[in-house]
């Protein structure tokens, strides 16, 4: 079955450092989705993306799907400690199902 | 978000106990789905809704039944609660292709 894996597990920087969390899944992707977990909460949708070679920002938030939509990375610039959490991508890894798998997620810390 | 409410938020039950866990929607999406989320696992499929009685499994379905009579619930119900369904349970909904929102979980507890 397709998996989702994430990089690194867990992060920890500097307040005002750049940072980068990857997401590769070993087939093509029909949508990936970053959502953000505070610790105990739930999860809150970040960005879609769904054409190879796309990108899209959210204040200090980039994410971007490669050309074969296989991997996704999103890069926060300027940590701040509002960034920590669990980072996690998901993705519908058959089109129109929308049942979607998710990557065991990122653990950010920042520290101030 | 007010659109999707899960109750109850936490809950501590004994072994061999039947458990239900609620999910319900203002938002009348078509699809509703149940994870659990376990560390080193993530989010895992249970079960899913796709209407009103319309239902099917997820990856780790073993051990749970679901209910959609209407559609703005859909019930998730641990017949004989094991240690091992310890976790934090997500439910999400979803309309289309434009991503999933998320409940903010139920912490169960199976001693």
């Known amino acids: 079955s397709q998996e989702l894996e994430q990089s690194p597990q867990s992060l920890i920087v500097q307040e005002g450092k750049n940072l980068t969390i990857n997401c590769t899944s070993s087939?093509?992707?029909?949508?990936l989705y970053w959502y953000k977990q505070k610790y105990g909460e739930g999860l809150i949708f970040l960005m879609m993306?769904?054409?190879?070679?796309e990108e899209k920002s959210h204040e200090k938030i980039t994410a971007k799907l490669d050309e074969k939509k296989q991997q996704s990375s999103l890069h926060i610039t300027a940590s701040q400690p509002s960034h920590a959490g669990i980072y996690l991508c998901?993705?519908?890894?058959?089109?129109?199902?929308?049942?979607?798998?998710f990557g065991t997620g990122t653990r950010l810390k920042v520290l101030a | 978000d007010a659109g999707i409410t899960q109750s109850p938020r936490h809950k501590v039950t004994e072994t061999g106990t039947p458990v239900t866990l609620r999910c319900h929607q203002t938002?009348?999406?078509?699809?509703m789905y149940w994870y659990r989320q376990d560390p080193g696992h993530g989010l895992r499929l249970i079960h899913y809704?796709?209407?009103?009685?319309?239902?099917d499994k997820g990856e780790v379905s073993d051990g749970y039944s679901v209910s959609r009579s209407k559609t703005e619930d859909f019930l998730l119900t641990l017949e004989s609660a094991t240690s091992s369904q310890t976790s934090v349970y997500f439910c999400?909904?979803?309309?289309?292709?434009?991503?999933?929102?998320f409940g903010s979980g139920t912490r169960l507890t199976v001693v």
């Open positions: 999400a909904i979803s309309e289309s292709a434009y991503g999933y929102t």
């Open positions: 087939k093509t992707l029909y949508g």
């Open positions: 993306l769904q054409k190879g070679g």
């Open positions: 998901g993705a519908d890894p058959i089109s129109g199902t929308y049942k979607y798998i």
């Open positions: 938002e009348n999406h078509r699809y």
């Open positions: 809704s796709y209407g009103v009685k319309d239902t």
